[in-house]
């Protein structure tokens, strides 16, 4: 048996094991909260490995390309592989045991690389950490195009925003304290020893993370009818003609790619510019990433604040703007200092685009074509993000990195404008604004933590 993990503080919006009666509807949302709260602090650990990743790439000898590989193997998993799993789980009833148990194989993969380094060749290590990379997109493909279906069967009637702001709320908490572990411990251990002991602690994680998401209790997902399963061309044909039925969701997919591309480009660039350009020791790169998690934790709460008071298209919006500010300041700094306070303000950014396109993609697809419309939209994202990272490694090999950042963020600011015209085109065509979520039961306010309490996506898909 697992320890029990120490209890939060309660939460508001959330039920709690004093604020609802046992058995039916709020139990199983106790017991939902109970289990994501685990996961959370899992994953949030799993999570700590993103600075640190592409970091160990470049220290063994991997170049700009190497690194760019990092995001284009999983993506071309994605692309090759998304489509067909999801026509897969749509015929599944139980989708959770698919979920967690695709995410701890992929998880597994972190201990695999930490032997890698281990036992292959100088010269081959780089080559063979990228092929245990693009085995594991197999089982993260799977994880990917399920997360948000497992999500939002989570919530239940208490909405999307609220869950989510909490899930990555934890995970950023948690993340904070073990990228700032991590990294003291790879400056005092010997490379790459000191990797290798990291690495096997995510996997790890990653086991304690399934225990956990193995447990949700989420409605049975209805299978397609029967009909569905005739030929496979009849299949597709009408998976194109139930996506097209769905213009709203037509519109996001196109801004969405463009926003893609532009956060995408500047993936390699940002290590390689932590690294080559300012000079960031291994403690350093745990610094900045742990001022990021704990930006994160600020922005998801501040930001769920802020769009149930003013609007969900003002913060997404605003986010999108500012955050796409971030890899041209980020390009005129050479100071450590300066590049920390930079990536900490742009998480605030990043937390509030999260919880925005999150959402956006959910309340436009329809729930009894929920994996169908995920698979699709993952494939989509991936698609964009196989070709934005190779450009953005070619980039700062011919025209340098600090320009190559300056033109992610003029994409980012492209995808920003075109959001703003389908806000302001929908409120041309008077589109009914999507549904609040339900009311929420007054529940005693928790007390005041001492203290203000994650870009995150990883090869769990969270």
Not at 95 to 107: D, E, F, K, L, T
Request: proline share 9%; charged share 10%.
């Amino acid at each position: 048996h697992l320890p029990r993990l120490p209890s939060l503080p309660s939460l508001p919006g959330l039920p709690t094991r004093r604020s609802t009666p046992s058995g039916g509807r709020h139990s199983t949302e106790v017991h939902n909260y109970r289990m994501l709260r685990g996961d959370s602090i899992a994953m949030g650990v799993v999570n700590a490995v993103s600075p640190f990743m592409p970091v160990l790439i470049v220290r063994l000898g991997g170049s700009a390309l190497d690194v760019s590989l990092l995001t284009a193997i999983p993506a071309i998993g994605a692309v090759l592989l998304a489509i067909p799993v999801g026509q897969f789980l749509q015929g599944k009833r139980r989708i959770v045991p698919w979920y967690s148990g695709a995410r701890m194989i992929a998880h597994l993969s972190y201990a695999i690389a930490a032997l890698v380094v281990l036992v292959a060749p100088a010269h081959l290590v780089v080559p063979a950490l990228l092929a245990v990379w693009a085995i594991a997109a197999v089982p993260s493909t799977f994880g990917a195009v399920a997360f948000p279906i497992v999500m939002d069967g989570a919530a239940g009637p208490r909405g999307r925003y609220e869950l989510m702001s909490r899930r990555w709320a934890i995970m950023g908490l948690t993340t904070a304290i073990t990228v700032a572990l991590i990294g003291q411990l790879l400056d005092r251990l010997a490379f790459p020893m000191s990797y290798q002991i990291a690495f096997v602690g995510f996997s790890i994680a990653g086991l304690v993370s399934y225990w956990f998401t193995l447990r949700f209790r989420v409605p049975d997902h209805p299978p397609p009818p029967l009909a569905d399963h005739g030929r496979r061309f009849g299949r597709i044909t009408e998976m194109i003609a139930t996506v097209r039925s769905q213009p709203a969701f037509l519109r996001y997919s196109a801004r969405q790619l463009v926003f893609v591309v532009g956060s995408r480009f500047a993936v390699p660039l940002v290590p390689l510019y932590y690294v080559r350009e300012v000079g960031a020791t291994d403690a350093w790169i745990g610094i900045i990433a742990t001022g990021q998690s704990l930006a994160l934790l600020i922005g998801y709460y501040g930001w769920r604040k802020l769009a149930f008071a003013r609007g969900r298209s003002m913060v997404l919006l605003l986010t999108l703007i500012l955050g796409a500010l971030y890899p041209a300041a980020l390009s005129l700094a050479d100071n450590l200092v300066v590049v920390a306070v930079l990536t900490a303000v742009a998480a605030i950014f990043a937390a509030g685009i999260d919880l925005s396109l999150f959402d956006e993609l959910m309340k436009r697809i329809p729930r009894s074509h929920g994996v169908t419309f995920t698979s699709i939209d993952t494939t989509l994202v991936n698609a964009a993000g196989i070709v934005a990272p190779l450009l953005g490694a070619a980039m700062a090999v011919t025209v340098g990195i600090q320009t190559a950042l300056q033109v992610a963020s003029l994409i980012g600011l492209l995808a920003a404008v075109l959001f703003a015209l389908d806000v302001r085109g929908r409120a041309a065509r008077s589109e009914p604004a999507p549904p609040a979520p339900p009311a929420l039961p007054a529940l005693p306010a928790p007390p005041a933590p001492a203290a203000p309490l994650e870009p995150t996506a990883g090869a769990s898909g969270d």
